[in-house]
């Protein structure tokens, strides 16, 4: 099992139920290809960087997750195929990548 972390940015006109069924979907997917969620995080709307899809703005999300490897070109398959999402980056993490999102979790947790 690989960890696994992907950052996806929904349009942002979506109502809240669209947002919470996209972010279902593809827990629901990955739960279903035997994965283990390590984390989940909604960003909310944020500013982009630059226009896409002459949008200015996404709600960004964030899944970190351990998964064996096959199963990460369908589930990025599923990302281009829905409409709702604006872009997508998927990165496998290794051990130090790992240590640090455990201590940017700890950190919020902490703020929180």
Do not use: C
Request: aromatic share 12%; no cysteine; glycine share 2%.
């Amino acid at each position: 099992m690989n960890h696994y972390e992907t950052v996806f940015i929904l349009n942002p006109v979506l109502s809240d139920v669209q947002i919470e069924e996209t972010v279902k979907k593809f827990e629901d997917f990955l739960i279903k290809n035997d994965a283990k969620m390590v984390s989940k995080e909604n960003w909310g709307l944020k500013k982009l960087a630059y226009p896409i899809q002459h949008k200015k703005s996404g709600f960004y999300h964030l899944f970190e997750f351990a998964v064996p490897g096959e199963v990460i070109a369908p589930y990025e398959q599923e990302f281009r195929r829905d409409e709702r999402i604006m872009r997508f980056l998927t990165v496998k993490l290794d051990k130090h990548a790992i240590e640090w999102a455990e201590k940017r979790r700890t950190r919020q947790k902490a703020k929180a």
